[in-house]
Each structure stands twice: as C-alpha cells, then as structure tokens.
C-alpha cells in the first residue's frame, strides 16, 4: 500500500483543515486506518484511528470533540476533519495503514506509513 497524505498548511487558532490520505496498491477497504502526528522534538502520537468499514473510530484526547476521521473506500482515501485548530496541533500529520481491520491506536499496529504533511497552527 502506498500513501500520500495532503491538505496540510499554515492555519491560525480556531481554524479548520482536511487532510486527505490517497491509497493505492493492495486493497485499502481490506485495513484499518490512522493518523499518527510528531512535533518538533516529540515523539510520534497516536491521533485518531478508523476500522476497515468506518463502522469504529477512535480518538486521542487532545483531538476528541474536535477530530473526525473517516473514509470513503471506493476512493481509497481516509481524511482528518480537524477543527478548533491549536498551536498544539502544529506536526507533521501521518497516515498508516494497519496490519488488522479493526481500530488501533499502537504504532506497532501499522504496517505501510506516508511521507506526512505539515500542519501548522499560529496567529
């Protein structure tokens, strides 16, 4: 599976963003999704998770209330509705691939990772 995240940028506080993350290769619908973030000199956090038919999802704290996730198969892409933005939330956002079909937050989970997007939030 090959992933290429995009929708990143420059956003001030209370703002919104969508990130899109396009599938290609072995079947997508098949996998769990997730968006995984890391800010500068922190390591990688787990952001939000989606099972193979978009039937459970899962959130970390700091984006429940705030973060969708969600996906549309016949397109192969997976997206983060990200609203209320922070300068928190500023890191490189990745989208994974898991190995199961059901939600997960644990890294060790996924299996085919993209190259990531910026996302930067500040006034």
């Known amino acids: 599976v090959q992933l290429v995240e995009s929708g990143g940028g420059l956003g001030q506080p209370g703002e919104s963003l969508r990130l899109s993350c396009a599938a290609s290769?072995?079947?997508?619908?098949?996998?769990?999704m997730g968006w995984v973030r890391q800010a500068p000199g922190k390591e990688r956090e787990f952001v939000a998770t989606?099972?193979?038919?978009?039937?459970?999802?899962s959130y970390a704290d700091s984006g429940k209330g705030r973060f969708t996730i969600s996906r549309d198969n016949a397109k192969n892409t997976v997206y983060l509705q990200m609203n209320s933005l922070k300068p928190e939330d500023t890191a490189v956002y990745y989208c994974?691939?898991?190995?199961?079909?059901?939600?997960?937050?644990?890294?060790?989970?996924?299996?085919?990772w993209g190259q990531g997007t910026q996302v930067t939030v500040s006034s």
């Open positions: 989606i099972s193979w038919n978009g039937g459970s999802t």
């Open positions: 290769g072995r079947t997508f619908s098949s996998n769990a």
């Open positions: 994974a691939a898991a190995v199961f079909r059901t939600i997960t937050d644990r890294s060790s989970h996924y299996n085919f």
